[in-house]
């Protein structure tokens, strides 16, 4: 499946910004989605992820209570939400689909992946 995501920018601390990604290629319904980020000289970390029917989220504890994972399978999209930035929050936010169940974690694991979407959050 190819991802492609966007909205990223440049916010305020204590902004929101939704990020979307669109996906094509395969039954997009049939896969769990998820988000990642990486920042500059830190390893790419879990942020949040939802499966094949939205009926089940997981998110990083550091993001808990700010962002929001969803999809639309009629229109191939999954979505971040992100509200209440800190500049703690930025990195390049990476899109990925596909993976095995318990194993939303281990970046390695997950099938396909967008080009990223960078998110800066700045006064």
């Known amino acids: 499946v190819q991802l492609v995501e966007s909205g990223g920018g440049l916010v305020l601390p204590g902004g929101s910004l939704r990020l979307s990604c669109a996906a094509s290629g395969r039954t997009f319904s049939n896969y769990a989605m998820g988000w990642f980020r990486q920042a500059p000289g830190k390893e790419r970390e879990f942020v949040a992820a939802?499966?094949?029917?939205?009926?089940?989220?997981d998110y990083a504890d550091s993001v808990k209570g700010r962002f929001t994972i969803s999809r639309d399978n009629a229109k191939n999209t999954v979505y971040l939400q992100m509200n209440s930035l800190t500049p703690e929050d930025t990195a390049v936010y990476y899109c990925a689909a596909d993976a095995p169940p318990g194993s939303w974690y281990q970046p390695g694991l997950w099938g396909s992946w967008g080009q990223g979407t960078q998110v800066t959050v700045s006064s």
């Open positions: 939802l499966t094949w029917s939205g009926g089940n989220t």
